[in-house]
């Protein structure tokens, strides 16, 4: 039996908000990324024309001639640029704690450049890593409505793909970290995110506009300058429902864990413990759950079994992962968000006891999950419980 193979598949099964493909390689001091915290898809964009009024089109700011073209060219059709959807990860670079923004656009190329000919579109791909700590100035809780500001994001590294494999993101992202890290590369852009939140006649809405710049000072400055706030939005950007902005910054933001001092109650230690987990410090993070649960041995978060478990299955200390999940599993969730995470531990408990040569075992908790509703453990069914 493959039992290396189902190790894998152990390690693939993931929890919905912070758990990630693993990224193999001892060397590599940064954790793997994290799964889409959050998400924004639906703005509109906006552009001066020639005639001085202004224009729209939904996720992308159009030329400046947008009414008066009436034949434009594929690659005058996607704007000054355009956005699919933009996604929040999360990723550990040296212990620091940094946030991956995804911009996935439309794109494409001519075959015959020259003569603009045989249009492909496909989808392309920017990716920026930035400090952690930029995320909150992007939307403070004291919200000045009605007052456009700049925030430099920070950037530790960036990247473009052109018609990029979805299943190769996180890789794209990893090798560049890497390429930093190692010295290979340094990094020479920088982002900066203008923004104003504005509130009229009982509606809420935010003005943004991702500037991009290179990594000086000088440059950044000019942006951030209050004194040109009021040019900020004179040209172009996009705008979004106020709620749609505020859950895309908030539910990313959730998971960025305050650094100052010492952690001193069971959340902060669950987070912290998440942290590492992700970040390939198993011990670490058992230590850290275990301290979680010292604050509160009798709580009802399923999640928190479920994490030391994985951790402890890691560490190939698979008795004990047998026990977290079966805890894990007596927590039934008390809301249908939650249900999909609680029926993995029936699968992950069964690689555990697989490992532990309990096949029967193994074969119970797979059918299990399978009857539950997790489609994953028919392979494995079928490979091993015939």
Known sequence: MKKGFLLILLSLIIFSTTDAQVVSGEEINYSIISKVQSYL?????????????????????????????????????????????????????????????????????????????????????????FDAKSLSKLLPNEVPYNQPYAVDMKVYCSGRVVNYDPKLIDDYVVGKIQ????????????????????????????????????????????????????????????????HEFQKFIRDSEVFNIPTEGQP??????????????????????????????NFNQDTTHSMIYSYRGMARAKMGNYNAAIEDFSKAIDIQPKDIMGYSNWVKNYYNRGVCRFYENDVEGACRDWNKAF????????????????
């Not at 933009?86 to 794109?107: A, G, R, T």
């Open 371 to 386: 009857d539950l509703g997790f489609g994953g453990a028919l392979e494995y069914l079928e490979k091993f419980c015939k």
């Open 179 to 242: 390429s930093i890290l190692s010295q290979s590369e340094i990094n020479s852009s920088n982002l900066v995110f203008a923004v104003e939140p504005l509130r009229e006649d009982g509606k809420e809405s935010v003005k943004f506009k991702m500037i991009r710049s290179f990594n000086k000072r000088t440059i950044v400055s000019y942006y951030l300058d209050p004194r040109n706030a009021g040019k900020l939005f004179d040209i172009s950007y996009y705008e979004a429902k106020f």
């Open 41 to 129: 898809e639906r703005v509109e964009g906006w552009s001066l024309q020639d005639n001085g009024k202004w224009a729209n089109d939904r996720n992308r700011i159009p030329h400046s001639n947008y009414k008066t073209n009436k034949n434009p060219t594929p690659r005058e059709k996607l704007g000054i640029e355009n956005f699919n959807v933009l996604e929040l990860k999360k990723v550990l670079i040296e212990d620091k704690q940094y946030n991956v923004l995804l911009i996935k656009y439309q794109d494409g190329e001519y075959e015959f450049p020259l003569l603009q000919e045989g249009w492909n579109a496909f989808e392309s791909l920017e990716f920026w890593v």
């Open 264 to 293: 001193d109650d069971y959340e902060s230690y669950y987070k912290w413990g998440i942290l590492k987990y992700q970040a390939g410090n198993f011990d670490g993070a058992i230590d850290d759950f275990n301290t979680a649960l």
